[in-house]
Each structure stands twice: as C-alpha cells, then as structure tokens.
C-alpha cells in the first residue's frame, strides 16, 4: 500500500524558511516522480513543484519566484521542499503526490496518490 | 497558462439523483484531463485520468467525457459517500500543471 507522510510544517514569521518532508512507502520510490501540492484555507489546489525520479529535472510554479527547492533523497525514500522567504500567501496545507508511472522516470503529472499534507501558516 | 473552468461552483443533489459536473479549459488540453475527489479533511483521490479513464478502485458509476475544451464528470447514481469536492486537472501544456476552483456536491 502506498504511503505519502508529510511533516515539517507550523508557524513562520513572514521571511522565514521551512523545510518540508515527505516520507513515502509501499512503492519503488526511485522510478516515481513526486510532486508538491498546496491548498489554502477554504481554496482550491495549486501544484507547486515537482522533480523527477532521477532528481536531474525539476519544475516550479512562476508564483514561486525561486523562493522554492524541490529536492529528494531516493536513499531515504524522501522528497523535501525547502521554501524561503515565506510570506503570508504561502499559509497553506502543503500536500506531497505520487506521480503516475513513467518508464523512464518523467513526470507525468498526474497524480495517483497524496498524502494527508502538512500546514504551514506564516505570520508574525 | 492554461485556466481551467468548473461548474456549477455548487450541485445541490439527493442521493440516488444524477450529477453532472463541468470543466472548461481556456485552450485545449487535448484529453489530458483528470478529475480528483476531495472529502474534508481527506487528501484527494484520483478518479478519472486522460478524460475517460476511471483509476484503480474507482466504481463504475463515475465517468468521464469530453474532449478539447469540454469536459464532464458523470456520477450516475449518487451514493452518500459521493458529496465531496470535486476538481479538474490538466497537464497537456505544462508546467504549469493547473487545477479548476472545483465544485461542492452537497445533498439536498
């Protein structure tokens, strides 16, 4: 059984950093590409990053501005987003996804699995 | 970017009854086009990939349609357990990758 377990998020003062985790299981975890999701209060999704299974391709929302690393470690079975410069907009529940599976380990972008997300709120 | 465009924002239905639910693309995704369930509290799930296709485990009364620009999401027979949110995704022309603003199921 696939599982996706996010952790690292709470409260952050505008400007702050954050490391997110996402621990998954139940899967080859290498041949996936992985995915970051966030949902405001109350709002809808927004994809926010995604790397491939080979770590050599990563892709961000223009919303970002490069304030955003995606990043795993398929030693560890884990996919991290390292987010810096937070502001206020950024407050959300922060949803890890597997991605579909792509033989040659590109993102497909469509997203058969998610974990339960984690809440970062940033304020002062 | 391409916008995704869902309707009704809200679908107030008993159970038993039809739900039709929309998706419209600003451009068209070809049929790169999926549907997610939401429950509160509850991550989504996928429900139908590539416009038509109903994922792993999902039952028979969900399907999906359309093509280009027009898209629906058919839930033939309401179950209890089918009031939930529900959003598009399209993924033919990213990044990025863009969700509909989704649409609230709730009884009657």
């Known amino acids: 059984e696939v599982q996706l377990v996010e952790s690292g998020g709470g409260l952050v003062q505008p400007g702050g950093s954050l490391r997110l985790s996402c621990a998954a299981s139940g899967f080859t975890f290498r041949s996936y590409a992985m995915s970051w999701v966030r949902q405001a209060p109350g709002k809808g999704l927004e994809w926010v990053s995604s790397?491939?299974?080979?770590?050599?391709?990563?892709y961000y929302a223009d919303s970002l501005q490069g304030r955003f690393t995606i990043s795993r470690d398929n030693s560890k079975n884990t996919v991290y987003l390292q987010m810096t410069s937070l502001r206020a907009e950024d407050t959300a529940v922060y949803l890890c996804?597997?991605?579909?599976?792509?033989?040659?380990?590109?993102?497909?972008?469509?997203?058969?699995?998610w974990g339960q997300g984690t809440l970062v709120t940033v304020s002062s | 970017e391409i916008v995704l465009t869902q309707s009704p924002a809200t679908l107030s239905l008993s159970p038993g009854e039809r739900a039709t639910l929309s998706c419209r693309a600003s451009q068209s995704v070809g049929n790169y086009l999926a549907w997610y369930q939401q429950k509160p509290g509850q991550a989504p799930r996928l429900l139908i990939f590539?416009?038509?296709n109903r994922a792993t485990g999902i039952p028979a009364r969900f399907s999906g349609s359309g093509s280009g620009t027009d898209f629906t999401l058919t839930i033939s027979s309401l179950e209890p357990e089918d009031f939930a949110i529900y959003y598009c995704q399209q993924r033919t022309n990213w990044p990025p990758v863009t969700f509909g603003q989704g649409t609230r199921l709730e009884i009657k």
């Open positions: 590539d416009a038509s």
């Open positions: 790397i491939r299974g080979s770590s050599d391709k990563t």
């Open positions: 996804a597997k991605d579909w599976y792509d033989s040659s380990g590109h993102v497909v972008a469509l997203f058969d699995s």
